[in-house]
């Protein structure tokens, strides 16, 4: 089958699956094509040629854009679209004409532009011209050739630079004359203007401030809304955060406020850097004496204790190798990690089973040499808090410091298809997070920051420690067992909390609470991540606060790439545009740039010389990973996995993983868009869409519904869930079908496992 036949027959599949959608039968859909029964089901059955007038009539049928029929995916672009020469999407090929249209890609056109080709053929000239109607107006200009125009009963010859508009509900229809070929420009007048996203301007502007210390390695250029323009590096070979900025802040500010930390009863404890600086230092000088040196492995699973802190500070002033892990892990976790990583050692938090499970895991973990608690005792462990406080308060950086290209960090990966990878982050990947916290978390030099993260993700490194202490501002803490809505609301006025950043999920869970209770007047900014950002749940915080949410990307692997950064444009329901620090593409499979609007996986240019915050690669042990490194990181580019399309503006849409991509029916379907549209609904708390298969299409949506408490889970309300999709999006992307759980499956960093809905 050649490329032609197979996108006639896609094309075909299309309109018959969106014919059963719609609940049409043949002859109601060949009455609106104005074809007979016969000819309708030839067109169907993808056995001939679509003419463009039954597929432009297949379109306004079924109240949807002609891109969706002919691509498989709707179109994104609202403000502008540039479609090049030779480049717009071929709608038809009938008996010597090519149509193609010129503006796929943008959504809500008031008219349907078309690059249209004619071929001359003599056996023509002297039969009746062929007419169709269809809705609207027509506008045709000449732009080679010419045109024999019938339009009812009359007909016009059209020549270079002539033009003719007409209703072409009236019969139309034409013919090149003149012995040569005609090329004209058609522009189909239907159609709604559909509003576009409100592009709003970040409530925060930059502020000018006495130098931070960390500007001996970061020089940053602002625009004069204190937007980032240009961030560089230098001296980054020599930095270690610890040292450089921890232990800095401390000579110079000593009493400045680093952290208060709540306990899980809320009792207040105020560590300021001079307390950092010696509470590593004594840390440092304990692992020492256990034997713990540079390059050894150290698992971390502390939750949100405050002896976090001082431990991360120590292993990095050490140069071993913090590998932060959550306390849900059990023993066959724990042994993997164990043998993966190489680990040596391990700091464990008493609260829970972990240290139990840690035990079970030890007979096949060789690697493991020494196991320390925190917070309590265990035999056969090192007591933390009873024998660090014997050692002395100071350590010196050595000359030989830990720095630079050093391995400081791993990461296991969330391991949705499969075991987590390690990611490894050198001594630089500190630095890159100035971005997230200066021009996206907008954190104050005297102010107090809120990241909602357990000590044990990545996401604690963005919001709790890094950025937070460069910028010179407070860390706030709550070492919380189960996060509580009504519990976390009262924290922000008792303790003049300014900004805040949380996932969509607890910001869900946060608008539940009657929030007009609560003062939240400290907040000045706030920011999500970890998930994309249901506009819903944007609107309703706004509506409910007054504050506007700035969404913002990365993964494991990076730092903030992707972010609405403060003094620049944003753009609701979107993550933003790509930060100074990172070179992003979207690209197709082939590795080639996509156009606006169109989906691509997001790639971040590597090149000579990775920026800082990118990750060193996939690790086993002390040694690099080359098959999975290779995998991600090849062609001067890290490919990241996770798809997205740009609008004209340069803002990004996420779209889902590329392995969840929805086929089905050889519509392209991103299970996010459909979440976020089912979340719209007041009786659901939570919502994944995943494929499920299908002998007929391949794939269909499949959308698994945890309900809110009180709500009935039945047979009627699935059916509301389909018929609100339908209404709210293209009627392909419905849920076929519709499942009520009592919980989504979740990674470990509780992201939605897709593959096991």
Known sequence: MNQSSQHVQEVALRIQEMRQIMGYSVSEMASRTEVDEATYLAYESGAVDLPFSFIHKSAMAFGMELTDLLEGYSAHLSNYAVTRKNKGITTAREDGITIQNLAPMFRGKLAEPYWVTYEYKPELQNQPIHTVTHSGQEFDLVVSGSLMVRVGEKTEVLNEGDSIIYNSSSPHGMIAVGGKDCTFLAMVLSGEEVPE???????????????????????CAEDENGALETITFKNEDKFNFAFDIVDAVADKYPDKLAMLHLDVNQQERRFTFRDMKRLSAQAVNYFRSLGIQRGDRVLVILKRHWQFWPVMLALHKLGAISIPATNQLVAHDLEYRFNAAGVSAILCTADGDVAHQVDLALEKSPTLKHRILVNGEREGWHSFDQESQLFSHRYDRPADAPCGEDPMLMLFTSGTTGYPKIATHNYKYALGHFITAKYWHCVQRDGLHLTISDTGWGKALWGKLYGQWMCEGGVFTYDFDRFDAAQILPLFAKYRITTFCAPPTMLRMLCKQDISKYDLSSIKHMTTAGEALNPEVYRLFEEKTGLQIMEGFGQTETTLSIANLVGRDHKVGCMGRPTPLYDVCLMDPDGNPVAPGENGEICIRVGDKAPCGLFMGYYKGSELDVEKTAEVLHDGWYHTGDVAWQDENGFLTYVSRVDDVIKSSGYRIGP?????????????????????????????????VVLTPGTEPTEALKKEIQNYVKEHTAPYKYPRIVVFRDELPKTISGKIQRNKL
């Open 197 to 219: 996203q409100e592009v709003r301007k970040t409530l925060v502007p930059g502020r000018r401030q006495q130098p931070l210390l960390v500007e001996q390695f970061v020089e």
């Open 672 to 704: 996010f868009e459909i979440e976020s549209v089912i979340m719209e609904l007041p009786y659901v708390m939570e919502c994944g869409v995943s494929a499920a298969p299908d002998e007929v299409r391949g794939q269909v949506v499949k959308a698994s």
